[in-house]
């Protein structure tokens, strides 16, 4: 159980672009779902968290009109990268965390990541 | 605010050689502890995690992390390590509480040698 889905799993768009990706939870209802950037060789970084039917909370530094998260519901968080650019290029990463108030709800479980490639 | 620091970013070990990954935090108030494997161009899979009880935890797949509240620290041990063990190791902490979001370490890559 507490499987993520991420697609698509390698995208390649051009400058100016803008790309969408989607985050699945398959198996289980997540109220908040979050989204992570990892750059080659690097940690994750935390963009932002996001409950469904609420906005998303972003992180410091992190420009919420570029990057455009949506929960619309409790299976599904999107991200699209708006008017992509080379830097913007990078792994990106969701997961997504279940209610309640037992311990485990505390647990996010990942997804297989989307590689984000832009020319 | 908390933060992690894995004290090694790289580890190469020999195949059934014991590794320990070092993680220590710092928070001001009680923490969810993880340690994440990522293999190459995959997402994070959850290895281990200490909520509360035994300070030892175990995974099934060898795996051992011991949480050590006043060292602030949740070291991860394997007594034998397989060539599959190669990959990237992530500590993360999160406050007990709600919205908790994670912190990860900057990451342990373990090469492992035949």
């Known amino acids: 159980g507490a499987v993520v889905s991420q697609h698509p799993s390698r995208v390649i768009c051009k400058s100016g672009t803008s790309v969408k990706i989607e985050c699945r939870s398959l198996?289980?209802?997540?109220?908040?779902m979050f989204w992570y950037r990892q750059f080659p060789k690097q940690s994750l970084m935390l963009m932002a968290t996001s409950n469904e039917g609420s906005k998303a909370t972003y992180e410091q530094g992190v420009e919420k009109d570029k990057f455009l998260i949506n929960h619309a519901s409790l299976t599904l968080s999107t991200l699209t990268v708006t008017s992509a650019h080379p830097e913007d290029s990078s792994f990106y990463i969701c997961?997504?965390?279940?209610?309640?108030?037992?311990?485990?709800?505390?647990?996010?479980?990942f997804g297989p990541g989307t590689r984000l490639t832009v020319t | 605010a908390q933060s992690v620091t894995q004290l090694d970013s790289q580890v190469p070990v020999f195949e059934e050689a014991p590794v320990e990954l070092r993680c220590n935090y710092s928070s001001s108030v009680s923490v969810y502890l993880f340690w994440y494997v990522q293999y190459p161009n995959q997402g994070l899979q959850l290895l281990l995690k200490?909520?509360?009880?035994?300070?030892l935890v175990e995974s099934i797949n060898g795996f051992e992390a011991e949480f050590n509240k006043s060292q602030t620290s949740f070291h991860l041990r394997k007594p034998s390590v397989h060539i599959s063990d190669t990959a990237e190791y992530f500590c993360a902490v999160s406050r007990k509480a709600a919205g908790n979001k994670l912190t990860f370490g900057g990451g342990t890559r373990v090469l492992v040698k035949p």
């Open positions: 198996d289980f209802q997540a109220t908040t």
């Open positions: 200490y909520l509360s009880g035994s300070t």
């Open positions: 997961s997504a965390r279940g209610g309640g108030g037992r311990e485990d709800a505390y647990e996010q479980y």
